[in-house]
T-cell receptor
C-alpha cells in the first residue's frame, strides 16, 4: 500500500481567499487524483494529475477554480481559489498503487 | 456510462448479526469494483477489490463481497458485526478497468447496536 499525507488537515478560510492543499506520497506514482467530499455526500473526482502534463479535469471542475501542480512523482498540490461557502468540503488526494487506489486522510475546509 | 447505486443510506444491525450492504453497478465494460470504509473524521480505507478474477473477494476485517454479473451486484457482507464496524461504507466502480478514476456510490452508514 501507499502512505499518503496531506497538509493542512483542516482549515477555516474567509470568502474570496485561496487555499493550497499539499499531498505527499511515500513512493513514486504515475497518477494522482483529487476528490471532493461535500458534507454528508459521497466523493466526486475533481481531476487527474500526471507528472509533467496538465491536469485533466472532470465535468463541472475548471482549472481557474482548482489549479493543480504535479512537480514530481511523489507530490501534488490542489488550490481552491476565490473560495465561497459552497467550497466547504473535505478534499482528498488519491494514488493508484499495486492493490488498488489509496486515499490520503483528507483536508477539511470550512469557508466562512 | 458507469454508475453505482447503494441501496439503503442507513443500515442498523445488532452486534453479532450478519452485515449486508448492497451495491449495484452499471457498466458498459467489465468493471473493477471496490468497497471502502470511512470511519468518523478519517480518510477512506480500502476494504476489498474485484478485478475479474475470483467472484468472491475477501477483504480486511472479516468482510467479503461477491461479484454477480447476472445481477450487476457487488454486495458486501460480514458474518458477525462488531461495534468497531460502525462507519460509512462506499462502493465504487472504476470505468475501463484499473485506471484509478473511481465513481462512488452515495454511501451507506452502518450502525451497530449493542
Amino acid at each position: 500500500s501507499a502512505v499518503i499525507s496531506q497538509k493542512p488537515s483542516r482549515d477555516i478560510c474567509q470568502r474570496g481567499t485561496s487555499l493550497t492543499i499539499q499531498c505527499q506520497v511515500d513512493s513514486q506514482v504515475t497518477m494522482m487524483f483529487w476528490y471532493r467530499q461535500q458534507p454528508g455526500q459521497s466523493l466526486t473526482l475533481i481531476a487527474t494529475a500526471n507528472q509533467g502534463s496538465e491536469a485533466t479535469y472532470e465535468s463541472g471542475f475548471v482549472i481557474d477554480k482548482f489549479p493543480i501542480s504535479r512537480p514530481n512523482l511523489t507530490f501534488s498540490t490542489l488550490t481552491v481559489s476565490n473560495m465561497s461557502p459552497e467550497d466547504s468540503s473535505i478534499y482528498l488526494c488519491s494514488v493508484e498503487a499495486e492493490y488498488g487506489q489509496y486515499f490520503g486522510p483528507g483536508t477539511r475546509l470550512t469557508v466562512l | 456510462a458507469q454508475s453505482v447505486t447503494q441501496l439503503g443510506s442507513h443500515v442498523s444491525v445488532s452486534e453479532g448479526a450478519l452485515v449486508l450492504l448492497r451495491c449495484n453497478y452499471s457498466s458498459s465494460v467489465p468493471p473493477y469494483l471496490f468497497w471502502y470504509v470511512q470511519y468518523p473524521n478519517q480518510g477512506l480505507q480500502l476494504l476489498l477489490k474485484y478485478t475479474s478474477a475470483a467472484t468472491l473477494v475477501k477483504g480486511i476485517n472479516g468482510f467479503e463481497a461477491e461479484f454477480k454479473k447476472s445481477e450487476t451486484s457487488f454486495h458486501l457482507t460480514k458474518p458477525s458485526a462488531h461495534m468497531s464496524d460502525a462507519a460509512e461504507y462506499f462502493c465504487a466502480v472504476s470505468p475501463g478497468g484499473n485506471t484509478g478514476k473511481l465513481i462512488f456510490g452515495q454511501g451507506t452508514t452502518l450502525q451497530v447496536k449493542p
